[in-house]
Every structure is written in C-alpha cells, then in structure tokens.
C-alpha cells in the first residue's frame, strides 16, 4: 500500500497516454458488451422464468398451425394446472409503425393467473374482462406513445384479413427483464373475426396453449402428459417449459455464438497488444528511473509488483469504464424504444458486467507482464548509464 | 579486515566481454578506506572510476578479488541479498540528481524508507530532518521541476542520507552544475564527512571538487596510479 502512491502518480505522469489506453479498453469493452449481451439476455430471461411453472403447448408443426382452442379447455382441465389460456398472435400494425409489437389474444381472466408478475389494478381488470373489445397494454408502450386508459387502438390485421378496433382498459407494469410493451386482448375478438372470413374455416384457432402449473410438480412430466394427450389428435402439440420455449429463440443465433465469442476474444487479444504497448513506452521513458529504485534497493520483486499493479490499474479503470459503465447506461437508458421492435428489452446482465472487468484485469495482467519482467531484470549499470 | 576500514578491495579486477573479446576496466586493484575518509577519484574517461564505485556500491561485481564493505565479502552475496544491503548501507548521489520527477521534494527524500520498517510518520520526520540538513526545509513540496539543479542535487544528497548509511557514493554530484552551486554541493559533501563522519566515495572529473575530498585516487587504465592525502597533493602542487 505504501507504493500506491508512487504507482498512482505514474499512471498520472502522461495523462494523455493513460487516458487514451483507459477509453481503448473503455470503447472497446463498451461494445463487447453490447455483443455479448445480445446473446446473455435470451438466456438471462430463460434462466429467470424458471420459477414460474409456465408451459407453452405448441403445434408439433410448428408456429404455422395453430392448435385448437379444445386443447386450452383440455389443458385446463387438469388437475396439475392453475390457469390456462389461448395466446394467439395477431400481428397487427398500429398506426404507421413499421415494426409490429406483440399482441396476443388472451383470457382475460385467465392470463393475469398466468403471468401473475404482471401487475395490474382490480379495477382495471375488471373493465378489461367486461368489455369485449378492451386490451390491456404494458406500461413503457403507454408511456412511449402517450396513450392512456380509454383510448382508442386500432390495429391494421396483416396476418389475418380483419382489423380490430380496441380500446384501452388497463396498463399493466412488469419486471424489467418482462415486455413492458405488449398489448393483450379478449380471444374472442379473433375468434369473431375469424368465424367472419374464410367461411369461418380458421375458427377455434388457440395458437399456443399458455399454463401455470402448481407448484411443486414435475413440468417435465406434466409437458410430456399434455403432448401424450394429443398426439393422436389432427394437431399434436410440442409443449415445453416457458424458459425452454424463450431459451430456443437464443438458439436460434447458432454460429452467430460462436462467431461474436471469437471477436470478443479477438477484442481482448488486440486490447492486450494496445495496453502492454503503451506500458511499454511507458517504462521505456522510466528506464533511469528503475535502475535509481533498484540501486537505492528496490528489489526486482518490488518492481515487478509496481509495473504490474499500475498496469492492471489502467486496465481496470478501462474495464469499469467500459463494463460497469455500459451496464449503468442501459439500466438508466432504455435502448429498446429505438431498435424498431427488434428488443422489448435489452440490459447488461450482472455476470456479462463482471465478464468485462474481468477481461480487463486480464488484459492489465497479460499486458504488463512483459514490460514488467523487463524492468525488473534491468541491470542497474545499464539503467544508469543512460544517463550518468 | 582492520575494525576502521570502511572499503577494502582486495586485488580486484574487472573485465566486460563484448563479441568475445575480453575488455580488462580493472585490473589487480588493492584499496583500504578507512572509516570517515572522504575519497575523490580521479582520472581520464574510460580509466575505470564509475567501474570502481560501482563495485564498492554494490552495483556490479568484480570478476575476480574481493570487495569488503564493512567487513562483508559483497562477492557472496546473492543478488537480492545485495539489493537489500545496497537499501540499508549505501547512499547514492549521481550527476544528473534522478529523482523522480512525479514525487515532490519530501517524497523522493522518503523514497528510500519505505524500504525500511518505518511508519508513515516517522518517514515523513526522518525526511524533514534530511531536508532540513541539506537547507531545503520549506521546499518540501516543491517537485523536481520547480527547482534549481542544486536544489535537486540537495534533494538527492537528502536521499542519499535519510537512512543514515555509513557510505556515501557520490558520481560526478557537481557535474551539471554551475560554480555556485557546485560549491554548495562541496560544502554539504564536506559538512557530511567532517560532522556526520560519513566515509565519501565520489567520482569526479573537477580538480576544484576533489580538492574538498581528504584523499585523493587517480586511476589510469584500470590501474591505481596515484594515492595521496589532500596535504600531499597540495604540497606536491605547491599549494598551501
């Protein structure tokens, strides 16, 4: 502790060329993040809806067939089950917005059973329940586009051939790592529509079955027992938990995995070259200097203790720049609002934050091991001779 | 090894290769410096006096014969043995003062404590007194760059001293500096020798600084070539 000073002051002695190591390491660590991020939260919201005995029942086809509204009663029906719900997807477009948000046609006074960390007030839901053409929608879309309780909300049907004409009834709030953007409304306003085209052939369409289980039983068991109960049907289900059914949309990203992991590790390999070449012009102007500590009895442990503890420091500085910086930034600033949909939500996870710092330690570490083993095997003669 | 010697070099020599040739720097040296001597070597470039001070220092070592320093055999000592015996026994003073442009007056003077088991009050006393020795109490928190060579030269000679080592080596201390402050540096060298009876090994090009020293060495290719008191100098010189 008693060097610090000295190894503080060093790091300060060309302010310019640590400031622009530190912002290297900072922009570099920033944008590693943002990739790596990308990839986490997935998995992140998949990890945290564990605890939420949630299934999801779709058709063994896939999104594109629709299971039968039967199958939510069937499902229902059971006596593992608390509450179950059709969550059909409308894909609706809401005035001129380009990128569609999620809409589903829902229970209403099922689906806040389900997803029971959605808040919203009794009140609130007792006028979505009784108005047929009500919707409830999340608090940062309300919010975002100004829109209150009792207003209109048309949206424009480009999956199915109709539109919906809805009227708020309620603002729901979520956690975070939920979409605080969705809009839900009664099924059988789709229903209704879809009786009305088609000579009513789409009719009973659930799209996927929504279930909370009580607590306690066994989701795997109870997944393959609802797939079981179906497989003989026209639409056998592949029913999942919900974290399995979030976790298979990161999957989706595939090679794209490995290949931001590789230029993150590219990030950190060239971050090390950067930050071991400024350490090492750095020691290179101190060269005197080392041999004078040495000879008044600074032994080479002691150096190289120095050199790397500053080392490290710069890199560290850069890392909480970079990481912990990037994480504060996207608690305080919701990113999601300008990626046209593509996000509902988007946040540094602690573990991706704690990732970063301790890539830069790494890299403070990696980079001032060589100018560091240097200085300490400087010969004093050939340190003083520079000048004396 | 007599109980009042400070240095004693027992046919010492030294030699670099380069390229596989063997280039003697010292060769067969013989040298006693008692305790409290204040001795100035002299000599032409390339004559092996930097070498000389070197080894007493603890800084290299001779490839052959033995260099005693308080009756210890720094030929066996290990690398980091020498280290820390360097830290506990000798000061350094060099030409271009080297301290450390980052640390203000009173930290570069505590610099060498922080080597020794001080506390942070006790080094800052210890350091004080040191610059007050050297007539820079008041310049404490001054940095290098805000003062003249000789008050850089004082602060060295304040690190030099702080933790009261009973060897000085001194290489070239007037070197970069005008007549004044030379002179001042001369008088401080001198007060350390005469009233602290610190033993002084210094270097020096300047007839003028080593006319302060109590002895004189003139080394000529590695080989001793002149020993005498500052009388036997003065009078050999005609100077009284």
């Given at each position: 502790?008693?060097?610090?000073?000295?190894?503080?002051?060093?790091?300060?002695?060309?302010?310019?060329?640590?400031?622009?190591?530190?912002?290297?390491?900072?922009?570099?660590?920033?944008?590693?993040?943002?990739?790596?991020?990308?990839?986490?939260?997935?998995?992140?919201?998949?990890?945290?809806?564990?605890?939420?005995?949630?299934?999801?029942?779709?058709?063994?086809?896939?999104?594109?067939?629709?299971?039968?509204?039967?199958?939510?009663?069937?499902?229902?029906?059971?006596?593992?089950?608390?509450?179950?719900?059709?969550?059909?997807?409308?894909?609706?477009?809401?005035?001129?917005?380009?990128?569609?948000?999620?809409?589903?046609?829902?229970?209403?006074?099922?689906?806040?059973?389900?997803?029971?960390?959605?808040?919203?007030?009794?009140?609130?839901?007792?006028?979505?329940?009784?108005?047929?053409?009500?919707?409830?929608?999340?608090?940062?879309?309300?919010?975002?586009?100004?829109?209150?309780?009792?207003?209109?909300?048309?949206?424009?049907?480009?999956?199915?051939?109709?539109?919906?004409?809805?009227?708020?009834?309620?603002?729901?709030?979520?956690?975070?790592?939920?979409?605080?953007?969705?809009?839900?409304?009664?099924?059988?306003?789709?229903?209704?529509?879809?009786?009305?085209?088609?000579?009513?052939?789409?009719?009973?369409?659930?799209?996927?079955?929504?279930?909370?289980?009580?607590?306690?039983?066994?989701?795997?068991?109870?997944?393959?027992?609802?797939?079981?109960?179906?497989?003989?049907?026209?639409?056998?289900?592949?029913?999942?938990?919900?974290?399995?059914?979030?976790?298979?949309?990161?999957?989706?990203?595939?090679?794209?995995?490995?290949?931001?992991?590789?230029?993150?590790?590219?990030?950190v390999?060239?971050l090390v070259?950067?930050s071991g070449?400024?350490m090492?012009?750095?020691?290179?102007?101190?060269?005197?200097?080392?041999?004078?500590?040495?000879?008044?009895?600074?032994?080479?442990?002691?150096?190289l203790g120095?050199v790397l503890t500053e080392s490290i420091l710069v890199a560290l500085?850069?890392g909480?720049?970079?990481?912990?910086?990037?994480?504060?930034?996207?608690?305080?600033?919701?990113?999601?609002?300008?990626?046209?949909?593509?996000?509902?939500?988007?946040?540094?996870?602690?573990?991706?934050?704690?990732?970063?710092?301790g890539s830069s330690l790494m890299i403070g570490l990696v980079s001032g091991l060589f100018p560091a083993?240097?200085?300490?095997?400087?010969?004093?003669?050939?340190?003083?001779?520079?000048?004396? | 090894?007599?109980?009042?010697?400070?240095?004693?070099?027992?046919?010492?020599?030294?030699?670099?290769?380069?390229?596989?040739?063997?280039?003697?720097?010292?060769?067969?040296?013989?040298?006693?410096?008692?305790?409290?001597?204040?001795?100035?070597?002299?000599?032409?470039?390339?004559?092996?006096?930097?070498?000389?001070?070197?080894?007493?220092?603890?800084?290299?070592?001779?490839?052959?014969?033995?260099?005693?320093?308080?009756?210890?055999?720094?030929?066996?000592?290990?690398?980091?043995?020498?280290?820390?015996?360097?830290?506990?026994?000798?000061?350094?003073?060099?030409?271009?003062?080297?301290?450390?442009?980052?640390?203000?007056?009173?930290?570069?003077?505590?610099?060498?404590?922080?080597?020794?088991?001080?506390?942070?009050?006790?080094?800052?006393?210890?350091?004080?007194?040191?610059?007050?020795?050297?007539?820079?109490?008041?310049?404490?928190?001054?940095?290098?760059?805000?003062?003249?060579?000789?008050?850089?030269?004082?602060?060295?000679?304040?690190?030099?001293?702080?933790?009261?080592?009973?060897?000085?080596?001194?290489?070239?201390?007037?070197?970069?500096?005008?007549?004044?402050?030379?002179?001042?540096?001369?008088?401080?060298?001198?007060?350390?020798?005469?009233?602290?009876?610190?033993?002084?090994?210094?270097?020096?090009?300047?007839?003028?600084?080593?006319?302060?020293?109590?002895?004189?060495?003139?080394?000529?290719?590695?080989?001793?070539?002149?020993?005498?008191?500052?009388?036997?100098?003065?009078?050999?010189?005609?100077?009284?």
């Amino acid at each position: 502790m008693k060097y610090f000073s000295y190894v503080w002051r060093n790091m300060r002695r060309n302010r310019l060329r640590t400031c622009l190591t530190i912002g290297s390491i900072a922009i570099s660590l920033f944008l590693m993040m943002i990739m790596l991020s990308f990839l986490s939260v997935n998995q992140n919201v998949s990890e945290s809806l564990k605890g939420y005995n949630r299934i999801i029942a779709m058709s063994s086809q896939g999104f594109a067939t629709a299971v039968p509204i039967r199958f939510v009663n069937e499902v229902a029906q059971m006596p593992e089950v608390v509450a179950a719900s059709p969550l059909s997807w409308y894909g609706g477009k809401y005035q001129e917005e380009v990128m569609p948000f999620a809409q589903f046609g829902i229970y209403p006074d099922k689906i806040l059973q389900i997803w029971d960390e959605l808040e919203l007030p009794d009140d609130q839901k007792n006028a979505f329940a009784s108005d047929p053409s009500g919707c409830v929608i999340g608090f940062k879309m309300a919010a975002e586009r100004n829109i209150k309780i009792g207003d209109s909300m048309p949206l424009k049907g480009t999956i199915y051939p109709f539109d919906l004409n809805l009227t708020v009834r309620g603002i729901y709030k979520s956690p975070p790592d939920r979409d605080g953007r969705m809009l839900m409304f009664n099924w059988n306003l789709l229903e209704e529509g879809l009786k009305q085209e088609f000579q009513g052939r789409q009719a009973g369409n659930a799209g996927t079955v929504f279930a909370k289980i009580k607590p306690g039983g066994d989701l795997a068991a109870f997944c393959r027992k609802v797939d079981a109960a179906t497989i003989n049907s026209d639409t056998p289900t592949r029913t999942q938990t919900e974290d399995a059914f979030v976790a298979q949309f990161a999957e989706l990203w595939g090679d794209m995995r490995t290949m931001i992991s590789a230029v993150g590790l590219a990030v950190v390999v060239s971050l090390v070259f950067v930050s071991g070449n400024a350490m090492a012009m750095a020691l290179r102007e101190r060269t005197t200097e080392i041999a004078v500590l040495k000879a008044i009895g600074f032994t080479n442990g002691k150096i190289l203790g120095m050199v790397l503890t500053e080392s490290i420091l710069v890199a560290l500085m850069g890392g909480i720049v970079g990481a912990l910086g990037c994480k504060l930034l996207f608690d305080v600033f919701d990113v999601s609002p300008y990626t046209a949909g593509a996000l509902p939500f988007f946040f540094i996870p602690w573990q991706t934050a704690l990732l970063g710092l301790g890539s830069s330690l790494m890299i403070g570490l990696v980079s001032g091991l060589f100018p560091a083993v240097a200085a300490a095997r400087l010969g004093v003669i050939q340190g003083l001779r520079k000048v004396v | 090894m007599s109980d009042n010697l400070a240095i004693q070099l027992l046919n010492v020599s030294k030699e670099y290769s380069r390229n596989s040739m063997r280039i003697p720097v010292l060769q067969g040296l013989n040298l006693d410096v008692r305790q409290g001597e204040f001795l100035a070597l002299m000599g032409p470039s390339g004559s092996g006096k930097t070498t000389l001070l070197n080894l007493i220092a603890g800084l290299d070592r001779a490839t052959s014969g033995d260099v005693n320093v308080d009756g210890l055999n720094l030929s066996q000592l290990s690398e980091s043995q020498l280290t820390r015996w360097r830290a506990d026994h000798i000061g350094f003073i060099f030409q271009m003062y080297n301290l450390i442009p980052v640390m203000t007056a009173q930290e570069n003077v505590e610099l060498p404590l922080l080597l020794q088991p001080v506390s942070r009050s006790e080094r800052r006393k210890r350091a004080a007194t040191a610059l007050k020795i050297v007539g820079l109490d008041g310049r404490e928190d001054h940095y290098p760059r805000q003062l003249s060579g000789g008050q850089e030269q004082r602060v060295a000679i304040a690190r030099a001293i702080v933790t009261d080592p009973a060897l000085i080596v001194a290489d070239e201390p007037t070197g970069d500096l005008d007549r004044t402050s030379a002179e001042e540096i001369l008088d401080l060298l001198d007060t350390l020798h005469r009233d602290l009876d610190k033993t002084i090994v210094m270097v020096t090009h300047d007839p003028q600084a080593a006319s302060r020293a109590s002895r004189l060495l003139r080394l000529d290719k590695g080989q001793l070539v002149g020993d005498e008191t500052q009388a036997q100098a003065k009078s050999r010189m005609g100077v009284s």
